[in-house]
C-alpha cells in the first residue's frame, strides 16, 4: 500500500514560484510514475504532469512553460515548481502515484492536498 | 485536447436507488477512462480503471462500463456515504482530461 505526504508553501505573491513536494511511503517507486494534479477552490480536476523513475516527464502543454516536475530516487520524493504564478494558480494541488498496465494509466493513491493561495 | 462531457452535472437520489452518470468524449479513447469519487475537503478516490476495472477495496454496487467515446458510471443500490461528486478521466492522450464532475445529493 502506497501513501503519499505532500507539503510546501500555502501562500505566495504573484510572480512567485510555488514549490511542492511529496513522500512516497510503501510500495515500489520505480512501479509507478508519479503525478500532480490541482483544484481551484469550487472547481473541478486539472492533470498537471507527471514524472517517472527514471525522470521522464509529461506536462499539460497548457502549463508546460512554467512547470518542472522532478524526481529523487534516493529520497523516495518528487517535487513540482511552478513559475511566474497568478491568482488563477490557487488550487489545493494533490499528487498522486499512478499505476500503467496495458497502457492504461490512473491514481490510484493520492497525497492529502495543499491550498496554495496566491494574494498580493 | 480531448474534452470529456458529463451527464447529468448534477442529480438528485434516495437511499436504495440505481444511479448512472454518463461520460463522453470528444473523440474515441478506446477504454482509457477511469472514474473517481470524490468528498469534500478530501482527495479523490479511485473507483474504476480502463473503463470497467472495479479497484481493489471499492464495493461492488459500483460498475463502470463503455468503449471508444460513450461511457457510464452506474451505482446500484445508492448508501449515504456515496453522496459525492464523481469525475471521469481520460488517460488515452496527454493532458489526461478530466469530466467537469457529477454532483450526486441526498433527495
Known amino acids: 500500500q502506497v501513501q503519499l505526504q505532500q507539503w510546501g508553501a500555502g501562500l505566495l505573491k504573484p510572480s512567485e514560484t510555488l514549490s511542492l513536494t511529496c513522500a512516497v511511503y510503501?510500495?515500489?517507486?520505480?512501479?509507478?510514475?508519479w503525478s500532480w494534479i490541482r483544484q481551484p477552490p469550487g472547481k473541478g480536476l486539472e492533470w498537471i504532469g507527471e514524472?517517472?523513475?527514471?525522470?521522464?516527464?509529461n506536462y499539460n502543454p497548457s502549463l508546460k512553460s512554467r512547470v518542472t516536475i522532478s524526481i529523487d530516487t534516493s529520497k523516495k520524493q518528487f517535487s513540482l515548481k511552478l513559475s511566474s504564478v497568478t491568482a488563477a494558480d490557487t488550487a489545493v494541488y494533490y499528487c498522486?502515484?499512478?499505476?500503467?498496465?496495458?497502457?492504461?494509466?490512473?491514481?490510484?493513491?493520492w497525497g492529502q492536498g495543499t491550498l496554495v493561495t496566491v494574494s498580493s | 485536447d480531448i474534452q470529456m462531457t458529463q451527464s447529468p452535472s448534477s442529480l438528485s437520489a434516495s437511499v436504495g436507488d440505481t444511479v448512472t452518470i454518463t461520460c463522453r468524449a470528444s473523440?474515441?479513447?478506446?477504454?482509457?477512462l477511469n472514474w473517481y469519487q470524490q468528498k469534500p475537503r478530501k482527495a479523490p478516490k479511485l473507483l474504476i480503471y480502463?473503463?470497467?476495472s472495479l479497484q481493489s477495496g471499492v464495493p461492488s454496487r459500483f460498475s463502470g462500463g463503455g468503449s471508444g467515446t460513450d461511457f457510464t458510471l452506474t451505482i446500484s443500490s445508492l448508501q449515504p456515504e456515496d453522496f459525492a461528486t464523481y469525475y471521469c478521466q481520460q488517460t488515452y492522450s496527454s493532458p489526461r482530461t478530466f469530466g467537469q464532475g457529477t454532483k450526486v445529493e441526498i433527495k
Open positions: 498522486a502515484s499512478t499505476s500503467t498496465e496495458h497502457g492504461s494509466t490512473w491514481s490510484d493513491y
Open positions: 514524472i517517472n523513475h527514471s525522470g521522464r516527464t
Open positions: 510503501g510500495g515500489s517507486f520505480s512501479d509507478y510514475y
Open positions: 480502463a473503463a470497467s
Open positions: 473523440q474515441t479513447i478506446s477504454s482509457y
